[in-house]
């Protein structure tokens, strides 16, 4: 039984997390609505509301006169999306294949900001831009900003969908730009290249804002092979 009471926002990261365990225990096949309520002590109602959207989104699925199952395959992007927002471990091919789609989305997202892009657009990034400097100068690692400033761009596009799959993709690989911005150079590096790729921006010149961006995520697509796909033939 689960020791004392869930808050509502921590009960549908632990519940997944106890249905992959148990699952991986038990053949593929969950506990039941029942035995999750008494873990949790929770109502059957509570339970059957996070069923229903782990469903949703294919981390399970019912069966008729058996139970509850776990998907093998948790390669959908709502699935791997929930996984990264709950904190739960994502299998490294999966990180490296969504960072590589992120590579393909947002070349041609700084294509279409800079035909694009509004003035309330450019004076976010220019403030991310400059927020950056400030941390750069405290020894601070750019991480969330860096995130910021690629969305930034993507919601330039002026494309909702578009955004909304970028988004996505950040939180599949956001835990470990932490780690990637711990080096002072490669921060100083990433801001530098942020700024030629806003100047390309505002300049209206697609064609040199999106080859700076090709430039710029290749760096990070060499790093991510190395550390996600060691002894892997580099593909960027």
Known sequence: ??????????????????????????????????????????????????????EAIQVIERRAKSGIYVNEDQSGIE??????????????????EA??????????????????AEEENFDRIRDVLARSETRIANGQGLDALDQEFH???????????????CTTFYELG??????????????????????QIFDALVQRDATLASALMVSHL???MSYWSEILEPGQKRRD
């Open 79 to 96: 699935a791997m999306s929930f996984f990264a927002r709950a904190g739960l471990p994502l299998e490294n091919r999966q990180i490296y």
């Open 218 to 220: 290749r760096g990070a």
């Open 99 to 116: 960072v590589e789609l992120r590579k393909i989305h947002e070349v041609k997202a700084a294509e279409l900001a800079a035909e694009r």
């Open 1 to 54: 039984m689960q020791d004392g009471p869930l808050k509502e926002q921590e009960f549908l990261p632990a519940i997944a997390a106890y249905l992959l365990s148990a699952a991986r225990q038990n053949g593929g096949k969950a506990p039941s609505e029942r035995d999750l309520a008494e873990h949790f002590s929770v109502s059957r109602g509570q339970v059957r509301e996070a069923l229903a959207i782990l």
């Open 151 to 165: 969305l930034e761009i993507v919601r330039a596009t002026q494309n909702s969908v578009f955004l909304g799959i």
């Open 174 to 195: 956001g835990a470990r730009l932490q780690v990637y911005f711990k080096d002072p150079e490669r921060n100083r590096k990433s801001h530098d290249e942020h700024r």
